[in-house]
């Protein structure tokens, strides 16, 4: 076996240069390096390596000012082997708050000739480019490990009771051949002498980890197989661990990989890991180990996840939480002064064994707590549990962040992510404890919820205006419109507008819901301050300012839900957790008001298959919808067809296939909205933008569609999120590019639910019992069959 010593002067001294197969070709004349520079990156170009392809883009990368990661790898169902891989823009993704998103990649396939050669490429990125950028890190870092000093601290979903492991308090001193060496017994992770050496010979320093090997401590064992991967190439977290059932004590820990499993997109299965077992003398033996990953390594990568033990003081006596990430999202979260923890102490060892029973009864439960890493304390409490991450998945478009607690003097800072399912009803994506009202602690809290979600971003987000709210969630959902919550709006007013005579709040209230445009909108509030004299007036300048966050006329060209532009929001938990919920009962009352709202959920599900809302027009679009709609979403576009009757429409121009209608109200000449519509492909649109801010179409449209003898609604005009097998949408996301593991646990949580209703009405007599169990069985023949 060759020491860790070698392995790393021979990684030192490689020189890995790519010159593609193409280049070489047409560069004859020139050398090697002007020739790799002088080419763009496109498609069909060849290379003899994956290697070789990455570090051209390297190359290419640092001519134009970007860096490099390398990304996903896939490998062929019949021999496993690396089928084609992605090398992308460091900026990739969001799980760093250096990240934004970028989808700048190049990927090579391998073709039967065992050439490499580049299929797909995307070269814009949404970032600047420097002046020169810096190619991806080839070499080993320095093995000296920083201190952990980030914040945030996600806790794996899918691992039911597990003791995280000490942290070393002090800074170990690199050791030859990469290997850091850890005092044993006390796991205080303390750097070792010689003396140390001689009296420690369990686990030897340059050692590859083997079954057999020895250690006096968890703790060392947990150190030793870090500093492992960091010289071999790969992140470790704290996998499984076993208890005894005589005495409940811990028998043996599982260390693995970091994209073992793959409840996150950056996971792919890896099945690396080391496990071991407490002997009888108290120490601790490697019984069981695979050293063998499924995708590339990175050696001299830095295992900066720290593990760090959870005190008496920290949970109020709980040994046993899921592991615990000290990676944060970034060197800004770092901490420099104590914090305020709004959350009692109390809280903490309820709601964490609340959250480990949970896990026992559902795998797709999902929490996380951040800590303060000036003293270690929890502070940010985020969890989710299955129901709520396959909602978002189904209604994630449009997210309400309510944080009604703020409101008066509640006993504890609950906050709620809520989505708007395909009956209009209110659906729970996710609970929080708010420890302050810091950037650092939204950061934290946004980030996590994503990660619990998959990626899955929302198109828009209703949420309070305060600055903190605001700059994280341009940093974590970009894109994505920000509505300011009704209630601070109507608060802020009522503070601001005091003083103000009542013609002016009139006029304000009519320039605020009347105007239809946002052109209208802004003539309309420059001639109310301008008559009152009100330019100087600092709050309705900074409101003016942010018209786009929450005046109705900026608001309607962006998807809502069909959440009322000026109506408050209704609590999720409602009256059921309110300022005066004691601690002993907040548990069951939270449980009780979620099963309430999934229970009015259940029911709106088997009346929109069951019944049948009678007709009220002989149009064949009306039927349409009937069909698919749910029985809320139908009513509604059944309204917009009934009053489309009362409204007349005229020509007033057409150029081509594109003709625009005035629309107007009988006997209302205010009434009145323009709709645009193309012939060529049926395309429609209104000034009133309905179906921009609802989904729905508005009856304006439907009105110009009755007169052109449309008789039939195109789908594009047919949301999926509003029809009853709306629960089924995620499907279509399989030719927009989501990833497999994304795909998976959307279909795991799809499968469960469907169970999971099979069992309830199944188990409520007898016949139905037999009727379930024989659709179950006939189904399981076919799916037999398939395979």
């Not at 060197?331 to 026992?360: A, S, V």
């Not at 409204?647 to 209608?661: M, P, V």
Request: glycine share 8%; aromatic share 12%.
């Amino acid at each position: 076996m060759e020491s860790a010593d070698t392995e790393l002067t021979s990684f030192n001294n490689m020189v890995a240069k790519a010159y593609p197969v193409r280049i070489l070709h047409h560069n004859n004349g020139i050398s090697e390096e002007e020739g790799v520079s002088g080419v763009e990156p496109y498609v069909g170009l060849e290379f003899d390596t994956a290697e070789e392809a990455r570090e051209y883009y390297n190359a290419y990368a640092a001519r134009t000012g970007f860096k490099v990661r390398t990304g996903q790898l896939y490998r062929s169902r019949t021999d496993g082997t690396v089928s084609s891989r992605r090398f992308v823009c460091s900026k990739e993704g969001f799980q760093l708050n250096s990240r934004t998103g970028c989808t700048a990649f190049i990927r090579v396939q391998r073709r039967d000739t065992g050439k490499w050669v580049l299929d797909q490429i995307q070269k814009e990125h949404n970032h600047e480019l420097g002046g020169e950028g810096s190619v991806e890190e080839t070499t080993p870092r320095p093995s000296r490990a920083p201190a952990p000093t980030k914040l945030a601290v996600t806790v794996n979903p899918h691992r039911p009771k597990m003791k995280v492991v000490d942290e070393s308090d002090r800074e170990p001193r690199s050791c030859p051949g990469g290997f850091k060496r850890f005092k044993g017994g006390g796991g205080e992770g303390e750097e070792s002498d010689d003396h140390h050496r001689t009296q420690q010979p369990k686990a030897v320093t340059g050692t590859e980890p083997y079954a057999g090997l020895e250690f006096g401590s968890a703790n060392e064992a947990c150190q030793f197989y870090q500093a492992y991967a960091e010289v071999v190439g790969f992140r470790v977290r704290i996998g499984q661990l076993f208890r005894s059932k005589v005495d409940n004590s811990i028998t043996s820990r599982r260390f693995v990989c970091s994209r073992e499993g793959f409840q996150h997109p950056s996971r792919m299965g890896c099945g690396a890991y080391m496990r071991i077992k407490r002997q009888d003398s108290g120490g601790w033996i490697v019984d069981r180990l695979n050293k063998d990953h499924n995708h590339d390594l990175e050696p001299g990568k830095k295992n900066d996840a720290g593990m760090k033990k959870i005190t008496d003081d920290v949970t109020g006596g709980l040994d046993s939480v899921d592991l615990i990430e000290l990676n944060g999202f970034g060197n800004n979260n770092h901490l420099k002064k104590t914090r305020e923890n709004r959350i009692g102490k109390e809280w903490y060892p309820l709601l964490l064994d609340y959250f480990q029973t949970k896990q026992t009864e559902d795998m797709g439960f999902s929490y996380a707590v951040e800590l303060d890493v000036n003293n270690g304390s929890c502070m940010s409490i985020f969890w989710a549990d299955s129901r709520a991450r396959f909602a978002c998945s189904q209604f994630g478009d449009t997210v309400v962040f309510d944080t009604s607690y703020r409101k008066g003097s509640y006993a504890v800072p609950f906050a709620t992510f809520i989505g708007f399912n395909h009956h209009r009803q209110p659906v729970l994506l996710g609970c929080a404890m708010v420890a302050d009202e810091s950037k650092e602690v939204y950061l934290w809290l946004f980030q996590t919820w994503l990660r619990a979600m998959s990626g899955r971003r929302p198109r828009s987000i209703v949420a309070d205006q305060d600055l903190p709210i605001q700059q994280a969630l341009v940093q974590v959902f970009p894109g994505a419109h920000h509505r300011y919550s009704a209630w601070q709006i109507r608060e802020k007013e009522r503070e601001n507008l005091r003083p103000f005579p009542s013609e002016f709040k009139y006029e304000y209230e009519k320039c605020i819901y009347q105007t239809q445009t946002t052109v209208e909108f802004d003539s309309v509030w420059n001639a109310l301050i301008n008559k009152y004299g009100l330019r100087d007036d600092i709050w309705l300048r900074e409101i003016y300012e942010q018209r786009e966050n929450w005046v109705p006329a900026y608001l309607r060209a962006s998807f809502f839900a069909g959440i009322p532009i000026n109506g408050t929001i209704e609590p999720f938990f409602g009256a059921s957790l309110d300022a005066l919920t004691p601690l002993r009962e907040f548990i069951s009352r939270y449980e009780q008001a979620l099963e309430q709202r999934r229970e009015e959920e259940r029911k709106e599900d088997f009346n929109s298959y069951n019944l049948q809302p009678f007709l009220q027009t002989k149009e064949p679009v009306e039927e349409q919808c009937r069909r698919l709609y749910t029985l809320t979403v139908f009513r509604i576009f059944q309204n917009e067809l009934v009053q489309s009757y009362n409204y007349l429409c005229g020509k007033n121009y057409e150029e081509g296939a594109i003709t625009r209608f005035l629309v107007k109200k009988c006997g209302d000449e205010s009434d009145k909205h323009v709709v645009t519509f193309s012939a060529t492909n049926l395309n429609s649109s209104c000034s009133c933008q309905m179906f921009e801010h609802e989904g729905l179409l508005c009856r304006h449209i439907l009105k110009v569609f009755n007169l052109l003898n449309v008789r039939e609604l195109p789908s594009r005009y047919i949301l999926h999120r509003w029809t009853k097998n709306a629960e089924f949408g995620f499907v279509r996301d399989m030719e927009s590019g989501v990833s497999a593991q994304d795909l998976k646990a959307l279909m795991v949580w799809s499968l469960r639910e469907a169970a999971s209703k099979y069992i309830e009405f199944g188990t409520s007599s007898l016949e139905k019992y037999k009727l379930a169990y024989e659709i179950m069985r006939e189904g399981g023949k076919k799916l037999c069959w398939q395979r």
